[in-house]
């Protein structure tokens, strides 16, 4: 039978994610042998901490194994409560928390609750590869904003406004942004936030790269600006990425109360509760000092300024210094490569994985991550230079 025939409509268009596929390809290929340098991969190279395994295997054995309430265990959502209040000034009481299975199944939950069929949303581009499909699949409308390296790859509030029609619900804010490395500041925020509040746009606020921000940039929470905001925003974080816990997932969200019912209708028909283990982990994770965030965030630091350092000398490429998460958005045009060949070429022929920035709304640029350790990004950054300069 033709799959058009037995495939729902609203999953006809959706492609398969190239971050995770190519990630997977990458480690593939290393597990086989082969000297693979992976600039693609979107999650932390650091091990989880031993102490946060240790919670789960506890969690194993004194049988910590059945269903838990669908939104996640209250001490998990008060101890989220507590952190959105102390790290990101935002008021969410635990019954304002939802736990999902990481802050992609916290986005798509968002999505499903607000998104009526030919919605529109709003998403600044480049951006993360999964947002368009996910509104898709919601039978909503992805509208992207494009961004230009000259403005930091960040939008402002004059292309909002021509952005906003009828038909808009809402806006995907990413900041620290995944490829861009761009980090909105207050200023930025507070008029994103008025334009949203003035045209009752709702904001999935992406905050999942927070612990990932170098030099002296902050990061903001939109819904901690006014009481306005807030009411409109859904604030979305994780352990995932901050505690090197990609493979646990473990993702939150806070929101309106409204919105938050809705949402845990949701998630108690679809998945119910995220793993029983992995929030014990987690747990863990958020209760304990900050000690392994600083040690994280400044190993990312170091990363970051001698990728750039290297990058700089590299003729035909260019960028804009990332302020926050592991990437760098890197412009190929010079070398005159479609962002896919290049991502290709660079694999077979010098074994560096990268991803193409196609997906993440360029064809010009590709996406080199730094969430490896400085002897590799040498390693990787000496080949590239040299498969570069032959091209
Ligand atoms: N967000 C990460 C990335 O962009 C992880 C993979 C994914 O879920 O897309 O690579």
């Avoid at 709003?122 to 409308?141: A, D, F, R, T």
């Avoid at 606020?205 to 927070?210: A, K, P, T």
């Amino acid at each position: 039978m033709r799959i058009e025939r037995i495939i729902a409509q609203r999953l006809k268009d959706i492609n398969p994610s190239p971050t995770l596929a190519i990630t997977a390809k990458a480690k593939k290929l290393k597990q086989e042998g082969k000297d693979i340098v992976n600039f693609a991969g979107g999650e932390p190279d650091f091990d989880t901490p031993l102490f946060i395994k240790q919670a789960a295997i506890e969690a194993i054995n004194s049988g910590f194994t059945k269903y838990t309430p669908s939104t996640g265990i209250p001490e998990l959502k008060k101890l989220i409560s507590e952190k959105f209040k102390k790290d990101n000034s935002l008021d969410y009481s635990p019954e304002q928390i939802v736990v999902s299975c990481g802050a992609k199944h916290s986005i798509f939950n968002a999505l499903l609750t607000l998104i009526n069929p030919q919605d529109e949303v709003l998403i600044p581009s480049p951006h993360w590869v999964s947002y368009q499909e996910m509104v898709k699949i919601c039978e909503g409308i992805p509208r992207f904003i494009p961004t230009s390296a000259e403005d930091n790859f960040k939008i402002n509030i004059k292309q909002l406004e021509r952005y906003i029609g009828k038909k808009t619900k809402l806006l995907i804010l990413n900041s620290p942004s995944n490829p861009t490395g761009c980090v909105y500041n207050l200023d930025e925020l507070k008029e994103i936030s008025s334009l949203c509040v003035e045209k009752k746009i709702f904001v999935i606020s992406d905050e999942v790269y927070e612990n990932f921000i170098y030099d002296n940039h902050k990061h903001i929470s939109i819904a901690s600006l006014n009481q306005d905001i807030y009411n409109l925003t859904i604030t979305i974080n994780g352990v995932s990425k901050s505690f090197s816990m990609t493979g646990w997932r473990i993702g939150y969200l806070g929101g309106p109360v409204e919105i938050i019912e809705a949402i845990s209708k949701l998630q108690d028909h679809s998945t119910s509760n995220p793993t029983s283990i992995s929030q014990k982990a987690a747990l863990i994770a958020l209760s304990t000092n900050n000690k392994f965030l600083i040690e994280i965030k400044e190993e990312f630091q170091k990363r970051r300024d001698y990728l750039v350092s290297r990058l700089k000398r590299i003729k035909k490429l260019s960028f804009v210094i990332p302020e926050g998460a592991f990437y760098i958005f890197c412009d190929i045009t010079k070398t005159e490569l479609d962002s896919l060949t290049f991502a290709n070429r660079l694999l077979e022929e010098a074994m560096v994985s990268v991803i193409p920035g196609k997906d993440f709304g360029s064809d010009n640029h590709i996406r080199i991550s730094f969430a490896t350790d400085i002897e590799q990004i040498k390693k990787g950054i000496d080949r590239l230079e040299e498969w570069i300069n032959k091209l």
